[in-house]
């Protein structure tokens, strides 16, 4: 009996000394490489930058390298190739990739809410009739401000992409209009503010909202089998980016937020003002997937008519864009607190 009660007592001082095993570091979860559109970056991709500084990958136990691209073409062709596993990509350049080149690729989230505008430093020419013949830019043709262009100019300036010159800059539109280079240019929201600040007043020709009051900005893009890989690791990429937006609503959590956005060379001011833009037109999605069908199904026969898909018959189903069932588990994985 004493040699028992001896035994118990010393495996119990064992187990008390004996190191508890840490769960599996993020490090030790297979990579997840991200391509962010826009060098320096945009202000569209700094959710990803909180994520990333404010331990939200950390905390899911995500692996995530995040990597610059000179645009969402530029990105979703490195998905495609296998060089990088997700991309944000313009919602009608991935609708194109699948009907002209039956791209194996799919969307599991989206920014629904365009902020894209034609402007103009020049505000005695600042109209449809104006625009026409002239130089406007944009990041890349086929990039994400091109295609906006097309949209705009077909859906509300009754003109087509032939009618203008496009200039590609990446993401130094603004930074050419404050330059004197060019007067028109595809302008995100947070760009306003930076050409203003440097003395340009900008007059807006037509917003992408007006000219296309269905259309879907952009969406988180991933190769299928790729997906069908590291499902697990992207499913907790996904919870750590959409949990790193709802902290960004937070006005509390403002001043953080907007200094790492400076990380897109904008002032501490600048990234504030533009943060309180964006988060006003629900720009990165916290409550669902943001793969509004009616939507998506409306960019989707939008292609025919601005000439981005010839073959009608080649349109993908929305159920053949999207698989909203990753969103569903990491909004399972973030309710759960993880």
Same mark, same amino acid.
């Given at each position: 009996m004493l040699r028992r009660t001896i035994v118990a007592a010393a495996l119990l001082i064992a187990a008390a000394v004996m190191p508890v095993m840490p769960p @599996?570091? @993020?490090a030790d979860a297979p990579k997840v490489v991200l391509a962010l559109p826009g060098v320096p970056p945009i202000y569209l991709t700094v959710f990803a930058y909180v994520a990333d500084k404010q331990g939200f990958f950390k905390k899911y136990n995500a692996n995530v390298e995040l990597r610059q691209f000179d645009s969402g073409a530029a990105g979703s062709r490195a998905v495609i190739s296998g060089d990088v596993d997700l991309a944000l990509v313009p919602t009608a350049l991935t609708i #194109?990739?699948?009907a002209n080149a039956n791209a $194996?690729?799919?969307s599991i989230y989206g920014l629904p809410n365009p902020d894209w505008a034609i402007g103009s430093t020049n505000p005695n020419k600042a109209t449809c009739a $104006?625009? =026409? #013949? &002239?130089? +406007? #830019?944009v990041d890349t043709p086929g990039g994400a401000r091109s295609l @906006?262009? =097309?949209d705009m100019l077909v859906g509300g300036c009754h003109l087509t992409i032939n009618d203008v010159q496009q200039v590609p800059l990446g993401s130094? !539109?603004? @930074?050419?209009?404050?330059? #004197? &280079?060019?007067?028109y240019g595809v302008l995100h929201l947070n760009d306003v503010p930076v050409i203003e600040e440097q003395g340009k007043k900008v007059k807006t020709v037509i917003t992408l909202k007006d000219a296309?009051? !269905?259309?879907?900005?952009?969406? /988180?893009?991933?190769?299928? $089998?790729? /997906? =069908?890989? =590291?499902? $697990?690791?992207? +499913?907790r990429t996904l919870a750590a980016l959409v949990d790193a937006a709802r902290y960004m609503a937070d006005p509390k959590n403002a001043d953080t937020v907007a200094q790492i956005g400076t990380i897109t060379g904008e002032s501490h001011a600048i990234s504030k003002e533009a943060l309180k833009l964006f988060n006003g037109i629900g720009f990165w999605e916290i409550k669902d997937d943001g793969l509004d069908k009616a939507k998506i199904e409306a960019v989707t026969e939008q292609q025919v008519t601005v000439g981005n898909v010839k073959d009608p018959k080649k349109l993908p189903s929305y159920e053949r864009l999207v698989d909203r069932t990753v969103w569903h588990d990491a909004n399972a994985m973030i309710g759960a607190g993880h």
């Open positions: @599996a570091l @993020a #194109g990739q699948i $194996d690729v799919v $104006d625009i =026409k #013949g &002239q130089q +406007v #830019g @906006a262009l =097309k130094n !539109t603004a @930074a050419a209009m404050i330059a #004197g &280079q060019i007067s296309v009051p !269905t259309s879907h900005y952009d969406v /988180l893009e991933v190769r299928r $089998d790729r /997906l =069908k890989e =590291k499902r $697990d690791a992207i +499913v």
